[in-house]
Protein backbone atom coordinates (compact mmCIF):
# COMPACT_ATOMS: atom_id res chain seq x y z
CA UNK A 1 0.00 0.00 0.00
CA UNK A 2 1.40 3.35 -0.86
CA UNK A 3 0.66 6.19 1.23
CA UNK A 4 1.00 10.06 0.21
CA UNK A 5 3.27 13.01 2.11
CA UNK A 6 5.35 15.50 0.94
CA UNK A 7 8.64 17.00 2.08
CA UNK A 8 7.04 20.12 3.86
CA UNK A 9 4.01 17.87 5.38
CA UNK A 10 7.72 16.22 7.39
CA UNK A 11 8.90 19.81 7.75
CA UNK A 12 5.67 21.00 9.32
CA UNK A 13 5.15 18.29 11.12
CA UNK A 14 8.74 18.43 13.00
CA UNK A 15 8.46 21.84 13.67
CA UNK A 16 5.20 22.36 14.93
CA UNK A 17 5.07 19.60 17.84
CA UNK A 18 9.06 20.34 18.51
CA UNK A 19 7.79 23.59 19.39
CA UNK A 20 4.59 22.65 20.96
CA UNK A 21 7.00 20.54 23.57
CA UNK A 22 9.50 23.29 24.37
CA UNK A 23 5.90 26.02 24.87
CA UNK A 24 4.46 22.93 26.91
CA UNK A 25 7.76 22.46 28.81
CA UNK A 26 9.02 26.19 29.53
CA UNK A 27 7.46 26.04 32.64
CA UNK A 28 8.24 22.31 34.40
CA UNK A 29 7.99 21.40 38.30
CA UNK A 30 12.06 19.93 37.82
CA UNK A 31 14.34 20.48 35.26
CA UNK A 32 17.20 17.84 35.62
CA UNK A 33 20.54 18.53 33.53
CA UNK A 34 22.05 15.96 32.03
CA UNK A 35 20.90 12.02 31.25
CA UNK A 36 23.38 10.28 32.54
CA UNK A 37 22.57 7.34 35.10
CA UNK A 38 22.27 9.64 38.41
CA UNK A 39 19.68 12.35 36.34
CA UNK A 40 17.70 9.28 34.60
CA UNK A 41 17.22 7.35 37.73
CA UNK A 42 15.76 10.76 39.25
CA UNK A 43 13.50 11.48 36.30
CA UNK A 44 12.24 8.29 36.65
CA UNK A 45 11.09 8.59 40.40
CA UNK A 46 10.37 12.19 39.97
CA UNK A 47 7.82 11.58 36.80
CA UNK A 48 6.44 8.36 38.38
CA UNK A 49 4.97 10.61 41.07
CA UNK A 50 3.67 12.83 38.83
CA UNK A 51 5.32 16.06 38.80
CA UNK A 52 6.01 17.65 35.30
CA UNK A 53 10.03 17.03 34.68
CA UNK A 54 12.37 17.91 32.17
CA UNK A 55 15.33 16.08 31.39
CA UNK A 56 17.99 18.42 28.91
CA UNK A 57 21.28 16.38 27.87
CA UNK A 58 23.61 18.17 25.58
CA UNK A 59 24.64 15.43 23.61
CA UNK A 60 22.45 13.40 21.31
CA UNK A 61 22.14 10.14 23.27
CA UNK A 62 21.75 9.02 26.77
CA UNK A 63 23.53 7.73 29.18
CA UNK A 64 26.51 9.82 30.29
CA UNK A 65 28.98 7.48 31.43
CA UNK A 66 27.44 4.21 31.22
CA UNK A 67 27.72 3.73 27.59
CA UNK A 68 31.54 3.70 27.93
CA UNK A 69 31.36 0.73 30.83
CA UNK A 70 35.09 0.08 32.36
CA UNK A 71 37.82 1.27 30.27
CA UNK A 72 35.61 0.17 27.15
CA UNK A 73 35.01 -3.32 28.43
CA UNK A 74 30.95 -3.71 28.05
CA UNK A 75 30.05 -4.77 31.65
CA UNK A 76 30.01 -2.56 34.48
CA UNK A 77 29.12 -3.02 37.91
CA UNK A 78 27.43 -2.12 41.05
CA UNK A 79 26.95 -2.72 44.67
CA UNK A 80 24.17 -5.20 45.86
CA UNK A 81 22.78 -1.59 47.30
CA UNK A 82 21.14 -1.00 44.07
CA UNK A 83 19.42 -4.71 43.59
CA UNK A 84 15.88 -2.81 44.16
CA UNK A 85 16.61 -0.17 42.15
CA UNK A 86 17.42 -2.16 38.80
CA UNK A 87 14.76 -4.82 39.82
CA UNK A 88 12.23 -2.29 39.22
CA UNK A 89 13.64 -0.95 36.39
CA UNK A 90 13.44 -5.02 35.27
CA UNK A 91 17.35 -4.53 34.23
CA UNK A 92 18.74 -7.98 34.99
CA UNK A 93 22.06 -9.21 36.55
CA UNK A 94 24.66 -11.43 38.09
CA UNK A 95 26.26 -11.49 41.26
CA UNK A 96 29.75 -11.64 40.80
CA UNK A 97 31.88 -14.68 41.27
CA UNK A 98 34.68 -12.30 42.76
CA UNK A 99 32.89 -10.82 45.17
CA UNK A 100 29.27 -11.91 46.26
CA UNK A 101 28.80 -7.96 46.66
CA UNK A 102 28.55 -6.67 43.39
CA UNK A 103 26.16 -7.25 40.49
CA UNK A 104 27.62 -7.19 36.86
CA UNK A 105 25.68 -6.36 34.13
CA UNK A 106 25.62 -5.07 30.06
CA UNK A 107 25.93 -1.32 30.27
CA UNK A 108 24.29 -1.48 27.12
CA UNK A 109 20.90 -2.77 29.03
CA UNK A 110 21.76 -0.50 31.97
CA UNK A 111 21.45 2.81 29.87
CA UNK A 112 18.09 1.68 28.00
CA UNK A 113 16.04 -0.14 31.27
CA UNK A 114 17.40 3.55 32.53
CA UNK A 115 16.37 5.60 30.08
CA UNK A 116 13.08 4.04 29.19
CA UNK A 117 11.86 3.85 32.57
CA UNK A 118 12.00 7.30 33.08
CA UNK A 119 10.49 7.98 29.55
CA UNK A 120 7.96 5.59 30.61
CA UNK A 121 6.81 7.26 33.58
CA UNK A 122 6.32 10.30 32.27
CA UNK A 123 10.03 12.27 31.86
CA UNK A 124 10.29 14.44 29.19
CA UNK A 125 14.26 14.12 27.35
CA UNK A 126 14.99 16.21 24.64
CA UNK A 127 18.85 16.16 23.36
CA UNK A 128 20.81 18.65 22.05
CA UNK A 129 20.11 20.97 24.39
CA UNK A 130 23.28 22.45 26.83
CA UNK A 131 22.13 24.84 30.30
CA UNK A 132 24.70 27.77 30.27
CA UNK A 133 23.16 29.19 32.76
CA UNK A 134 20.65 29.60 36.01
CA UNK A 135 17.75 32.02 36.81
CA UNK A 136 17.54 33.69 39.82
CA UNK A 137 15.76 35.76 42.07
CA UNK A 138 16.78 37.32 45.72
CA UNK A 139 14.94 38.20 48.79
CA UNK A 140 14.70 35.87 49.41
CA UNK A 141 17.53 34.17 47.24
CA UNK A 142 16.64 31.34 45.00
CA UNK A 143 17.49 29.48 41.82
CA UNK A 144 14.07 30.17 39.80
CA UNK A 145 15.37 28.04 36.49
CA UNK A 146 17.93 27.31 33.85
CA UNK A 147 19.47 29.08 30.44
CA UNK A 148 19.61 27.30 27.42
CA UNK A 149 21.23 27.07 24.13
CA UNK A 150 21.07 24.52 21.07
CA UNK A 151 24.23 22.29 21.69
CA UNK A 152 25.32 22.85 18.08
CA UNK A 153 25.39 26.80 18.89
CA UNK A 154 27.67 25.96 21.31
CA UNK A 155 30.20 23.96 18.97
CA UNK A 156 29.94 26.37 16.75
CA UNK A 157 31.25 29.21 18.69
CA UNK A 158 28.46 32.04 17.00
CA UNK A 159 27.04 34.27 19.19
CA UNK A 160 23.77 33.53 19.53
CA UNK A 161 21.30 34.53 23.02
CA UNK A 162 19.81 31.97 24.80
CA UNK A 163 16.17 31.24 25.89
CA UNK A 164 15.13 30.13 29.37
CA UNK A 165 13.18 27.80 31.36
CA UNK A 166 11.27 28.11 34.66
CA UNK A 167 11.19 25.12 37.31
CA UNK A 168 10.82 25.21 41.02
CA UNK A 169 14.05 22.49 41.25
CA UNK A 170 16.62 22.12 39.15
CA UNK A 171 18.76 19.14 40.22
CA UNK A 172 22.51 19.09 38.75
CA UNK A 173 23.17 16.09 36.96
CA UNK A 174 26.10 16.83 34.72
CA UNK A 175 28.26 14.87 36.02
CA UNK A 176 32.40 15.07 37.09
CA UNK A 177 32.55 18.88 36.35
CA UNK A 178 29.24 20.21 38.45
CA UNK A 179 28.61 22.31 35.56
CA UNK A 180 25.69 23.95 37.09
CA UNK A 181 26.44 24.48 40.20
CA UNK A 182 30.19 25.67 38.81
CA UNK A 183 28.14 28.37 36.79
CA UNK A 184 26.34 29.44 39.70
CA UNK A 185 29.17 29.74 41.93
CA UNK A 186 31.61 31.32 39.14
CA UNK A 187 28.71 34.07 38.31
CA UNK A 188 26.78 34.76 42.06
CA UNK A 189 30.17 35.34 44.07
CA UNK A 190 28.16 36.40 47.11
CA UNK A 191 26.62 33.23 47.54
CA UNK A 192 30.37 32.41 48.79
CA UNK A 193 30.03 28.93 47.23
CA UNK A 194 32.62 26.64 44.99
CA UNK A 195 33.06 23.42 43.31
CA UNK A 196 35.98 22.01 44.74
CA UNK A 197 36.78 18.91 42.42
CA UNK A 198 37.09 15.18 43.21
CA UNK A 199 39.51 13.15 44.63
CA UNK A 200 41.70 10.34 43.38
CA UNK A 201 39.96 6.86 43.62
CA UNK A 202 38.53 5.42 46.81
CA UNK A 203 35.54 3.58 45.34
CA UNK A 204 34.12 1.99 48.52
CA UNK A 205 34.02 5.04 50.20
CA UNK A 206 33.18 7.22 47.36
CA UNK A 207 29.91 5.24 46.83
CA UNK A 208 28.50 5.62 50.32
CA UNK A 209 29.81 9.31 50.32
CA UNK A 210 27.86 10.26 47.83
CA UNK A 211 24.79 8.92 48.18
CA UNK A 212 25.29 10.36 52.03
CA UNK A 213 25.66 13.89 50.52
CA UNK A 214 23.40 13.83 48.22
CA UNK A 215 21.03 16.65 48.68
CA UNK A 216 19.74 20.60 48.06
CA UNK A 217 22.81 22.87 47.39
CA UNK A 218 20.99 26.25 47.84
CA UNK A 219 17.95 26.88 47.53
CA UNK A 220 15.81 25.64 44.24
CA UNK A 221 19.15 24.07 42.89
CA UNK A 222 20.27 20.09 44.06
CA UNK A 223 23.17 17.77 42.92
CA UNK A 224 23.05 13.96 42.58
CA UNK A 225 25.36 11.63 41.36
CA UNK A 226 29.47 12.85 40.08
CA UNK A 227 28.31 16.18 41.06
CA UNK A 228 28.03 15.43 44.74
CA UNK A 229 31.23 14.17 44.38
CA UNK A 230 32.95 17.45 42.76
CA UNK A 231 30.83 19.94 44.58
CA UNK A 232 32.12 18.40 48.26
CA UNK A 233 35.78 17.10 47.01
CA UNK A 234 34.72 13.68 47.57
CA UNK A 235 36.97 10.57 45.94
CA UNK A 236 35.74 9.36 42.24
CA UNK A 237 34.91 5.54 42.36
CA UNK A 238 34.85 4.35 38.51
CA UNK A 239 32.83 2.03 37.01
CA UNK A 240 30.82 1.04 39.53
CA UNK A 241 26.81 2.54 39.27
CA UNK A 242 25.52 1.42 42.81
CA UNK A 243 25.92 5.35 44.06
CA UNK A 244 24.81 6.63 40.88
CA UNK A 245 21.02 5.10 41.42
CA UNK A 246 20.82 5.45 44.64
CA UNK A 247 21.63 9.04 44.44
CA UNK A 248 18.95 9.88 41.78
CA UNK A 249 16.41 8.44 43.80
CA UNK A 250 17.50 10.17 47.35
CA UNK A 251 17.22 13.29 45.33
CA UNK A 252 14.17 12.62 43.80
CA UNK A 253 12.73 11.60 47.45
CA UNK A 254 14.36 15.16 48.87
CA UNK A 255 12.79 17.15 45.57
CA UNK A 256 9.57 15.70 45.92
CA UNK A 257 9.65 16.71 49.94
CA UNK A 258 10.48 20.48 49.26
CA UNK A 259 8.33 20.85 46.81
CA UNK A 260 5.02 18.98 47.58
CA UNK A 261 5.18 20.93 50.98
O1 LIG B 1 28.73 11.92 33.49
P1 LIG B 1 27.42 11.30 33.78
O2 LIG B 1 27.25 9.86 33.51
O3 LIG B 1 27.04 11.71 35.29
P2 LIG B 1 26.49 10.87 36.55
O4 LIG B 1 25.04 10.59 36.41
O5 LIG B 1 27.25 9.46 36.47
C1 LIG B 1 28.66 9.33 36.53
C2 LIG B 1 29.01 7.96 35.98
O6 LIG B 1 28.63 7.90 34.61
C3 LIG B 1 30.50 7.59 36.07
C4 LIG B 1 31.06 7.46 37.43
C5 LIG B 1 30.36 6.77 38.54
O7 LIG B 1 29.87 5.55 38.29
O8 LIG B 1 32.14 7.93 37.69
O9 LIG B 1 31.25 8.57 35.34
O10 LIG B 1 26.96 11.62 37.73
O11 LIG B 1 26.29 12.06 32.95
C6 LIG B 1 26.20 13.45 32.91
C7 LIG B 1 25.43 13.86 31.67
O12 LIG B 1 25.22 15.26 31.72
C8 LIG B 1 25.41 15.82 30.43
C9 LIG B 1 26.53 14.97 29.82
O13 LIG B 1 26.52 15.04 28.40
C10 LIG B 1 26.19 13.59 30.37
O14 LIG B 1 25.37 12.86 29.49
N1 LIG B 1 25.76 17.23 30.62
C11 LIG B 1 26.90 17.71 31.20
N2 LIG B 1 26.85 19.04 31.26
C12 LIG B 1 25.67 19.43 30.68
C13 LIG B 1 24.97 18.26 30.27
C14 LIG B 1 25.05 20.69 30.44
N3 LIG B 1 25.64 21.85 30.78
N4 LIG B 1 23.84 20.71 29.83
C15 LIG B 1 23.23 19.55 29.46
N5 LIG B 1 23.78 18.32 29.68
Redesign the pocket.
Known amino acids: MSVSFDECDITRTIIEYSSKDLVNFSKVDIII????????TAGYYLAKRGLKTLI????LS?????GGGGMLFHKIVASVKAREILDEMNCRYEISKENENLIVMDASELLIKLGSAAINSGAKLIFG????DVIYRDNPFRIEGVVIQW?AVHLSGLHVDPLMIRAKAVID?????A??ISVVAKKIKDLGISVLGEKSMYSVKSEDLVVERTGKIIEGLYA????VAAYYNLP??????S??LL??KKIAEIVISDITR
Open positions: VGAGPSGLLERRLGGGIISVESATGHDEVTGMARMGPIFSMSG
